[in-house]
């Protein structure tokens, strides 16, 4: 038998590597802007398309969807084609699949900052996106899947039961978690509410982080790394361990996002039990990848490729020891709704994901390019200053975590809050803002230097578009070999390896959800909550497009401080229609589930025209156009048809004459501030806001609270 003779693409190689680097210049960028504008409210630039609400979710979805799922393509497109010793299966699919997602990323650029946003974190893009999504990941997983049936390597290495994971399960994910009811060409309602959306965003958001952030990145590391230090991984037995342990573990963990909320508390412990098993096999890959440097230290401290890789594997044991332990009940009401949160998420992914990307970009441009990196000096710059750029951000971060955890919980030997103003928080820690800010610049600095080197690299050098290769065609019949194990198997037979992979997620998938999707006693309902009224809906709506939740939660948790901070805890009933649920999951400002009749209504109305009007030294942008853009009241039918569509007890007929009741409302509150001697018509945004946050906590009866603001 002849070897056979093909080639490797590395064009499409090239393009997810360059769309890497641009996305991730872009995205950090975005990123910084946004770390700046929580200590300078200047920095929100003055106009509603860049305010922290509205670009912080461009930044996040900038990071993981463009910078690194890019590099997740560029490294899956390079080793799959190597392990597989096959050309990728078409290069129309290859190239579909890459304009197809840069398209996917423009689409988010253009409607984020326009306010067309689901709300849902990680997950906020609307629903023709998230449908052009699906098509392109369906395309992605039909290239891998025929590269795969034609391979000519009979067993599937390691890297790639990875890459089966990680398409069957963000499959699952997207698919669950886009469940929404279209209202027009770019707005949405989901179709869960209030407890049911909150654990089905968080089964989503957190294997989003699983399952997009770490195993496909995990499978490059089996990949890379051992080609890097030229040794072979550590241990086989411990990666199968390890890839079946953490796949079916990890989809349990969601639930931890939702400690001491109104999720049902055998929910609850089910995601603190498995994120504590977690640890196991997330420390079983990192040990695995730093145990196969073994013997070849000497190399790590000459190899700057190599010192990415060793800091990104002991970031990723790092986040993963974290992750744990903020699941921990008593650790989690610290530490939850805090900027310690933002550290841990950011340990993860600075130094996992951005550098084992930027390890696998200086190692790769050059052997594509058949040239030797433009410059080691550069690089080896790159390293310190991004590992410098990590400290600078994640202590400060860490300090302001606990900081703002311990100042409000905090009481006097009286029994008083001793912060009973929310705002005191905010100002104590802008500091460490600052000097978040300054290690992020010097983060992206390093990641500028970085794209300057391997552009040289790329101009000094020839793309090998196609790559000469030869190897033996897949005998037919596969003899079993003395020593075969059982997972041997596994590892000839992609589909029995996907759908492994698929019922092995699906189990704690169906336990978590199932039960409190389909047990109407899980979720009590109260007489006394009805539904919004139109006004009050379309305030919502305003609200979300303006981004609200990125810095205000909606949820009263059952700790003294909380209560007398805010009012009475949250009860399950109150959310049953709120499509989508509005938890947050950052507090930045108060919280605002009492905030109804807590204020007059020109309180609020001076408060979005200068929050520093009404509470000094406040670091929230204005939004004094709501003062003068009109309310679109077109939309009211529909959403109200939407809503009795979605199980919301509006009356019959009711969206034909709710506009009646949305401008009498309207009137009322703008006779209302006429008495305070503020003139403004009943059809502008700003009233409709008023009206939401008026009714937010009042449908049932709410303790007296301390000034939070």
Not at 90 to 97: F, G, Q, R, W
Not at 315 to 328: C, D, I, K, N, Q
Not at 496 to 504: D, G
Not at 696 to 706: C, E, P, R, S, Y
Request: include cysteine; aromatic fraction near 14%.
């Amino acid at each position: 038998m002849q070897p056979e003779k093909f080639y490797y693409d590395n064009k499409i190689v090239r393009n997810f590597g360059i769309a890497t680097i641009v996305w991730g210049i872009i995205g950090m960028t975005v990123g910084l802007l946004v770390a700046i504008q929580l200590f300078s409210p200047a920095a929100n630039l003055g106009n509603q398309y860049t305010t922290f609400g509205r670009i912080r979710p461009l930044h996040t979805n900038a990071v993981i969807f463009a910078f690194v799922g890019n590099a997740i393509f560029m490294g899956v497109y390079y080793s799959l084609q190597r392990l597989l010793k096959a050309r990728m299966f078409s290069d129309v699919l290859s190239k579909i699949h890459f304009w197809g997602w840069q398209l996917i990323i423009l689409s988010a650029v253009l409607t984020l900052p326009l306010g067309f946003t689901t709300s849902h974190e990680y997950a906020e893009l609307e629903w023709p996106i998230d449908i052009a999504i699906t098509l392109i990941w369906v395309v992605f997983g039909v290239n891998m899947f025929g590269t795969i049936f034609k391979r000519r390597e009979r067993h599937l290495y390691v890297a790639i039961w990875f890459y089966i994971a990680t398409f069957v399960t963000i499959a699952v994910l997207h698919i669950v978690n886009s469940f929404e009811l279209p209202i027009s060409g770019l707005k949405s309602y989901y179709l869960f509410a209030g407890v049911q959306d909150a654990l089905v965003q968080w089964w989503y958001g957190h294997n989003a982080v699983a399952f997009f952030l770490t195993t496909p990145y995990l499978g490059m590391m089996y990949y890379f790394l051992p080609k890097m230090a030229n040794r072979p991984v550590y241990s086989y037995k411990l990666s199968i361990l390890h890839f079946w342990a953490l796949i079916f573990i990890y989809i349990w963990a969601g639930p931890h996002h939702l400690l001491y909320t109104t999720l049902p508390g055998w929910a609850q412990s089910l995601g603190v039990a498995f994120s504590i098993m977690l640890i196991a096999p997330s420390w079983g890959g990192m040990i695995n990848g730093l145990l196969t440097l073994r013997g070849a230290w000497d190399k790590v401290r000459d190899d700057v490729v190599l010192k990415f890789m060793v800091v990104g594997l002991t970031a990723y044991g790092m986040a993963t020891f974290e992750g744990p332990l903020l699941s921990l009940k008593q650790v989690n009401a610290v530490g939850h709704f805090t900027d310690w949160i933002v550290a841990h998420v950011h340990v993860g992914a600075l130094g996992w994901n951005g550098f084992l990307t930027f390890a696998i970009l200086y190692w790769l441009i050059p052997r594509i390019y058949k040239t030797n990196l433009f410059s080691k000096k550069m690089a080896a710059f790159h390293f310190w200053i991004g590992t410098l750029g990590i400290l600078f951000y994640a202590i400060p971060m860490y300090g302001a975590g606990f900081t703002q955890g311990l100042m409000l919980k905090e009481f006097t030997p009286e029994g008083m809050l001793k912060y009973p103003n929310f705002l005191e928080t905010t100002m104590r820690i802008i500091p460490m803002h600052v000097m978040r800010s300054i290690g992020g610049s010097f983060y992206l600095l390093g990641v500028i230097v970085m794209a300057y080197n391997l552009a040289r690299t790329m101009l000094q050098g020839s793309l090998v578009s196609n790559e000469a290769a030869e190897a033996m065609p897949l005998e037919p019949v596969y003899v079993k070999q003395n020593g075969d194990i059982w997972h041997k198997v596994i590892e000839r037979k992609p589909i029995r390896l996907m759908v492994l992979s698929l019922i092995v997620i699906l189990i704690g998938t169906f336990i978590e959800l199932m039960p409190t999707m389909t047990i109407s006693s899980n979720i009590p309902t109260i007489a006394s909550v009805k539904p919004y009224t139109p006004l009050e809906l379309q305030g919502r709506d305003l609200y979300i497009r303006e981004g609200c939740s990125n810095c205000h939660s909606q949820t009263v948790r059952p700790f003294r401080s909380e209560t007398e901070r805010y009012g009475d805890y949250s009860k399950a009933g109150e959310f049953v229609y709120d499509h989508p649920f509005l938890w947050g999951s950052k507090r930045t400002g108060p919280d605002l589930h009492r905030e109804g009749g807590k204020y007059g209504n020109a309180w609020h109305y001076n408060h979005m025209m200068d929050p520093r009007l009404m509470s000094p030294g406040s670091i929230m942008p204005n939004y004094d156009w709501l003062l003068n853009q009109d309310l679109d009241t077109t939309t009211t039918a529909a959403k109200i048809t939407a809503m009795r569509r979605l199980g919301v007890p509006y009356a019959p007929g009711y969206a034909l004459k709710a506009n009646q009741d949305l401008n009498k409302q309207a009137q009322e509150i703008a006779d209302n501030l006429a008495k305070d001697h503020i003139k403004v018509k009943p059809n502008k945004e700003i009233v409709a806001i008023i009206a939401y946050l008026q009714r937010l906590g009042t449908d049932i009866k709410v303790n007296k609270t301390a000034n939070n603001q």
